[in-house]
Protein backbone atom coordinates (compact mmCIF):
# COMPACT_ATOMS: atom_id res chain seq x y z
CA UNK A 1 0.00 0.00 0.00
CA UNK A 2 1.50 3.54 -0.94
CA UNK A 3 2.05 6.19 1.79
CA UNK A 4 0.35 9.54 0.96
CA UNK A 5 2.12 12.61 1.97
CA UNK A 6 -0.15 15.00 3.08
CA UNK A 7 2.23 17.99 2.34
CA UNK A 8 2.68 16.62 -1.22
CA UNK A 9 -0.79 17.27 -1.37
CA UNK A 10 -1.47 20.74 0.35
CA UNK A 11 1.49 22.05 -2.40
CA UNK A 12 0.02 20.53 -5.07
CA UNK A 13 -3.54 22.73 -4.21
CA UNK A 14 -1.38 25.57 -3.82
CA UNK A 15 0.89 25.72 -7.18
CA UNK A 16 -3.01 24.74 -8.79
CA UNK A 17 -3.93 28.01 -7.10
CA UNK A 18 -1.59 30.52 -7.98
CA UNK A 19 -1.68 29.42 -11.38
CA UNK A 20 -5.53 29.86 -11.60
CA UNK A 21 -5.12 33.88 -10.33
CA UNK A 22 -4.50 36.52 -12.34
CA UNK A 23 -1.17 37.69 -12.63
CA UNK A 24 -0.44 40.70 -10.45
CA UNK A 25 0.53 43.82 -12.27
CA UNK A 26 4.12 45.27 -11.87
CA UNK A 27 4.60 47.88 -9.73
CA UNK A 28 5.67 50.14 -12.15
CA UNK A 29 2.68 49.76 -14.45
CA UNK A 30 0.34 50.96 -11.71
CA UNK A 31 2.11 54.32 -11.02
CA UNK A 32 3.24 55.66 -14.19
CA UNK A 33 0.64 57.01 -16.80
CA UNK A 34 2.03 56.53 -20.02
CA UNK A 35 1.76 60.17 -22.34
CA UNK A 36 2.18 59.87 -26.37
CA UNK A 37 2.29 63.45 -26.92
CA UNK A 38 2.61 66.84 -25.11
CA UNK A 39 -0.15 69.59 -25.96
CA UNK A 40 1.16 72.52 -25.22
CA UNK A 41 4.64 73.31 -23.01
CA UNK A 42 4.11 77.08 -20.96
CA UNK A 43 7.03 79.10 -19.96
CA UNK A 44 6.86 80.63 -17.01
CA UNK A 45 9.21 83.85 -16.12
CA UNK A 46 9.81 84.49 -12.73
CA UNK A 47 11.08 88.18 -12.36
CA UNK A 48 14.46 89.10 -10.93
CA UNK A 49 14.57 90.15 -7.54
CA UNK A 50 14.84 93.85 -7.57
CA UNK A 51 17.60 94.08 -4.31
CA UNK A 52 19.05 97.12 -3.97
CA UNK A 53 22.33 96.09 -1.81
CA UNK A 54 24.34 98.61 0.60
CA UNK A 55 27.93 97.86 1.82
CA UNK A 56 28.06 97.44 5.84
CA UNK A 57 31.30 97.22 8.22
CA UNK A 58 31.50 95.64 11.10
CA UNK A 59 33.33 97.44 13.66
CA UNK A 60 34.38 95.06 16.34
CA UNK A 61 36.48 92.28 16.36
CA UNK A 62 34.47 89.54 16.97
CA UNK A 63 32.18 87.11 14.62
CA UNK A 64 28.70 88.19 14.53
CA UNK A 65 25.79 86.93 12.46
CA UNK A 66 22.59 89.22 12.62
CA UNK A 67 19.21 88.38 10.93
CA UNK A 68 17.80 91.30 8.96
CA UNK A 69 14.56 92.63 10.61
CA UNK A 70 12.60 92.92 6.96
CA UNK A 71 14.25 91.10 4.26
CA UNK A 72 14.96 87.65 7.37
CA UNK A 73 18.62 87.27 5.40
CA UNK A 74 21.23 85.97 7.77
CA UNK A 75 24.55 87.58 7.57
CA UNK A 76 27.63 86.75 8.69
CA UNK A 77 30.73 89.06 9.68
CA UNK A 78 33.91 87.91 10.52
CA UNK A 79 36.19 90.23 12.57
CA UNK A 80 36.52 93.63 12.70
CA UNK A 81 36.31 95.46 9.03
CA UNK A 82 34.64 92.81 7.44
CA UNK A 83 32.02 94.02 4.79
CA UNK A 84 29.06 92.17 3.80
CA UNK A 85 25.91 93.56 1.45
CA UNK A 86 23.22 94.33 2.94
CA UNK A 87 19.82 93.96 1.74
CA UNK A 88 18.77 98.06 2.27
CA UNK A 89 15.49 97.47 4.05
CA UNK A 90 17.61 95.83 6.52
CA UNK A 91 20.21 98.72 6.82
CA UNK A 92 18.76 100.48 9.52
CA UNK A 93 18.02 98.01 11.90
CA UNK A 94 21.39 97.05 11.60
CA UNK A 95 22.97 99.97 11.69
CA UNK A 96 20.93 100.90 15.01
CA UNK A 97 22.71 97.74 16.96
CA UNK A 98 24.67 98.77 19.71
CA UNK A 99 27.55 97.48 22.43
CA UNK A 100 25.69 97.81 25.53
CA UNK A 101 28.52 98.48 27.49
CA UNK A 102 27.35 101.93 29.12
CA UNK A 103 27.01 102.61 32.77
CA UNK A 104 23.78 103.16 34.53
CA UNK A 105 21.81 102.36 31.83
CA UNK A 106 22.51 105.28 29.61
CA UNK A 107 21.65 103.84 26.95
CA UNK A 108 23.72 104.67 24.10
CA UNK A 109 26.39 102.19 23.56
CA UNK A 110 29.12 101.45 20.74
CA UNK A 111 27.52 101.39 17.03
CA UNK A 112 28.76 97.52 16.06
CA UNK A 113 28.48 98.64 12.20
CA UNK A 114 28.81 101.22 10.03
CA UNK A 115 28.40 102.07 6.38
CA UNK A 116 31.30 101.24 4.08
CA UNK A 117 32.22 103.88 2.32
CA UNK A 118 32.12 102.99 -2.01
Known amino acids: MPKHNLQDGLDKEKSNALRTEEPKPRWKEDRVERVDRVERVETVLVPKSEVNWVPVRLRVDANYKVTGKISGRGYLF ?26 CGGGGGQAIFELAGE
Do not use: M
Open 78 to 103: TGAGSVLDVDERDVEYILGLRRNKSC
